[in-house]
Structure formats: C-alpha cells, structure tokens
Nanobody
Framework: QVQLVESGGGLVQAGGSLRLSCAAS????????MGWFRQAPGKEREFVAA????????SYTDSVKGRFTISRDNAKNTMYLQMNSLKPEDTAVYYC?????????????????WGQGTQVTVSS
C-alpha cells in the first residue's frame, strides 16, 4: 500500500507563490502517475494537475494553466506543485493522488490513493 504525505501549504497574499510537495512510499511509485486535487469549503473536489511516471506527460485544469507547474523527482519519490500568481479562488485543501496513469488520476478509479491534504489560503 502506497503512502502519500503532502507538505508546503500555508497562508500567502494574492500574487504570491507556494510550492507543495508530496512524498510517496511503496512499490506503486516506481510506475505510477501522480496528481493534485483541491477542495474548497462547500465545493466538490476538483482536479488540478497530473504527471506521468516519466514526467513526459502532464495535464492541467484550465484555471491554473500558465500559473501552476507540476513536476516530480523519482530519485526522491516526490512530486511538486509550483503555484505562482496565486488568487483568492485558489484557496482550498490540496490533496495528492496516485494511480496507474494520468487518465486513472483524472477519472473515477477505485485504485486511486490519496494523501491527507494540506491547506492553502490566499488572502486578498
């Protein structure tokens, strides 16, 4: 069973930047896609970004394109989300996810695993 631990969340003013990290452990990481979701109070969990095992394939939701960059360092078993030009509407709990492919990350899959989440708050 893979374990995922997010870190790097916090409070930042609009226009600022944060970098989230997701550390993974377990066999699954050796050949799995990873991604980020977020959930604001009263709203459904929303896909943010995903990356293939090799890093050669990425996917972003339209609202973060040009502002967020997903990456991974397999030697460290860690995925990152660099968030720039943050807006108040980016405020949410951000969750790390892992599954076989980007399509599995984005879709409804019983094999998808989740981290515990990290809070990101962007003030006006």
């Amino acid at each position: 069973q893979v374990q995922l631990v997010e870190s790097g969340g916090g409070l930042v003013q609009a226009g600022g930047s944060l970098r989230l990290s997701c550390a993974a452990s377990g066999r699954t990481f050796s050949s799995s896609a990873m991604g980020w979701f977020r959930q604001a109070p009263g709203k459904e969990r929303e896909f943010v970004a995903a990356i293939s095992w090799s890093g050669g394939g990425t996917s972003y939701t339209d609202s973060v394109k040009g502002r967020f960059t997903i990456s991974r360092d397999n030697a460290k078993n860690t995925m990152y989300l660099q968030m720039n030009s943050l807006k108040p509407e980016d405020t949410a709990v951000y969750y790390c996810a892992i599954d076989a492919t980007i399509a599995s990350i984005k879709g409804d899959s019983i094999s998808r695993r989740w981290g515990q989440g990290t809070q990101v708050t962007v003030s006006s």
